[in-house]
């Protein structure tokens, strides 16, 4: 680490805590926010992506995830011999 980023004093609160030293609820909650809303704008996409395939490639895709759901629940089911 440079001297340019090195703290002035070690007293102070790190990035994302307060005085005290304890969390910082709304940083959290604003990267909760966040993350939401980017996982909102990334599904809507997808959903006008898939709203506008060909019924051929819907199909081909319901068989992909059916396949890899199969595939998944067999390999937990031989992890936990159910």
């Given at each position: 680490?440079?001297?340019?980023?090195?703290?002035?004093?070690?007293?102070?609160?790190?990035?994302g805590q307060h005085q005290d030293g304890q969390p910082n609820p709304s940083l959290h909650a604003s990267r909760?926010?966040?993350a939401g809303a980017?996982?909102?704008?990334v599904s809507a996409a997808a959903y006008?992506?898939?709203s506008r395939l060909p019924d051929e490639q819907r199909d081909r895709l319901h068989a992909q995830a059916r396949t890899l759901l199969e595939t998944r629940v067999n390999e937990l089911r031989s992890r936990f011999n159910l």
């Open positions: 680490m440079t001297d340019m980023y090195k703290p002035l004093n070690d007293n102070g609160p790190t990035p909760a926010l966040l980017i996982g909102g704008i006008l992506i898939y």
